[in-house]
């Protein structure tokens, strides 16, 4: 019985989300499994990838083939490396302790390079949200700028108005006045 390590399809429509499974190559792609080694989800940025290593580690060692893109991810977690560096000990080019030894050192390093992607992430986000921030303040500002003219001519005017009204009340008040004392002088 040919072993495969490949995905298995879950999730939703334009949500996929994967288990990284051992199983019959004859089986259907998400059909029955021999074993399940872990999840990956590319959802993510970066992608979540969580792997038994041992584990894919034991079937590689028992023939197990993966596929192309079970074999990138294998690659990533570094059970590709782990396989190699077990036929090392095996051979006798390596001992035990050299090998874990440079596992972790590789491990190490690949984590320190993953937190470096993530932070990069954050700050270009971060960077981003304080670009669009200030071009929203610019605009903000232009079009409050805009406005004050207006509002300022729109007070001037008022003003004048008022000006106008007073002016024409106290005219109109005037001859009003005026004219009542002539009334009175006719009247006596």
Known sequence: MPVRIRLQRHGKKGKPFYWIVAAD?????????LEKLGVYNPN???????????????????????????KALLSYKGALLKNHLAGGV?????????????FNAWLDEKAAKIQAKADGLSEAEAKAKADALAAEKA??????????????????????????????????????????????????
Do not use: C, F, H, M
């Open 25 to 33: 190559s004859r089986a259907k792609r998400d059909g029955r499994y």
């Open 44 to 70: 993510t940025n970066p992608a979540t990838v969580d792997l038994d290593v041992d584990g894919a580690v034991k079937w590689l060692q028992n023939g197990a083939q993966p596929s192309d893109t079970a």
């Open 90 to 102: 095996k051979k006798g080019a390596l001992t035990e302790e050299q090998a874990e030894a440079k």
């Open 139 to 188: 605009v903000n500002e232009a079009r409050i700028a805009a406005a004050a003219p207006v509002v300022e001519e729109e007070a001037e005017e008022a003003a004048e108005e008022v000006a106008e009204e007073a002016t024409a009340e106290a005219t109109e008040e005037a001859p009003a006045t005026e004219a009542a004392p002539e009334q009175n002088e006719e009247e006596a």
